[in-house]
């Protein structure tokens, strides 16, 4: 029986034509397409397209083939939720824009001192670009001044916290080194026999330094086996921290009085490492000195020498073997009393007793003035030189000073 009603034909959907870059060899899927045929299709002359006929415009999607030419537009228009277009090749203004100021942004940065050139993106890598080595001690210090960056020495990764981020090991042989002077001084070894044994020990490690920066094989080694003992930014191409400690203590032992070098000796050891502790807990709390330098640790590094004061000239110095041989020219430079100079006093119209405090309160005086002396030592920067050697050199020369001007043997070195 025929249905009464007609079956409609099946609609025919006529597909647009391909453009050059998008013919095919089979039904419509594109295949690879290799550099010799790109090259052929390249030198065919771009399609007119009818724009003005709107049938054509509606049926035929939007070209997107690189071989047609488009023509810039003047002016960027956005509508809503679309990206506005640039004249430059039809991209996207926000591409253009990322893609400029990542050029200028790689063409902005400029090697360290003593670094080789980097390479631009016209240029070839150079050989020195590949070596391990050659940074510039201003590479590692503008990165991180401590931390370091990780993953230059294998301890410091496998120990993040204890090592890397705390420096546990770093500060206790720090603070050890000022109980070490405590128990010398103790036991009545003079400072003509410890600077002696201090340069005999800075000679060869800073021999190893040196031929480790040339020996990267030893190098691997080197920080293997101490670098629980340095921090990252001395794994390559600054001298270990070791070397400014010693070279500070040498000075100190070697040029100032007995009392004055053994308190620099623990002002570095203990102050030091106070404004370091307190300065990474607290500093973010406080105003800041300069880099790398807060209030909280600087309050620390006096605080903590003010008692480093007290507890050695008030109850270290006279006991023990050592305090019988602080004599002569091992004699002290503080001896119980601080007197005005008298220059100072006869301006001020004092007496010589009146100008004069003992005991006690000279203590006092003594112990404030080491502090002092230790937070100013710790906050100031000198030419970029390791801390480990200008606090005792610093604490070394604020102390004599004072002790030479208002100490019991004014005017005697």
Known sequence: MTSQY???STPRVISPSPTPSDTSSKDGYFTYQTRSKTARLGSVEPIEEGADDPELARARARERSPQLERV????QT???GSIATSAKAGMPSAAVSHATRRKKDIDSIKPPNGAAPLPTADSLLSPNAALPQGYGSAYWRSLSRSPSPLGLI???REWRAFVHKHEVPR????VSIGFLALGLYYFGYQPSQIHPLLLSLLIPIFSLDLLRFRWLAFNRVYIKTVGAFMRESE????????????????VTMRFCRKDVGIMSVLLLSWCDTAASTFGRLWGKYTPRIRRGKSLAGSLAAFIVGVATAVLFWGFIAPSGRGGTLNNGVNSFAFEGTLTVPSQARNALGLSERQATVSGASALVVLSVISGLAASVSEAIDLWNLDDNLTIPILCGIELGLFLWGFGANQGVS
Not at 235 to 250: C, M, P, Q
């Open 6 to 8: 007609q079956i409609p």
């Open 72 to 75: 810039p537009t003047s002016k």
């Open 235 to 250: 794994a390559h191409d600054r001298f270990n921290g070791v070397i400014s400690y010693l070279a500070g203590l040498w």
């Open 154 to 156: 294998p301890i410091h």
């Open 78 to 80: 956005q509508l809503n």
């Open 171 to 174: 500060k206790l042989l720090h």
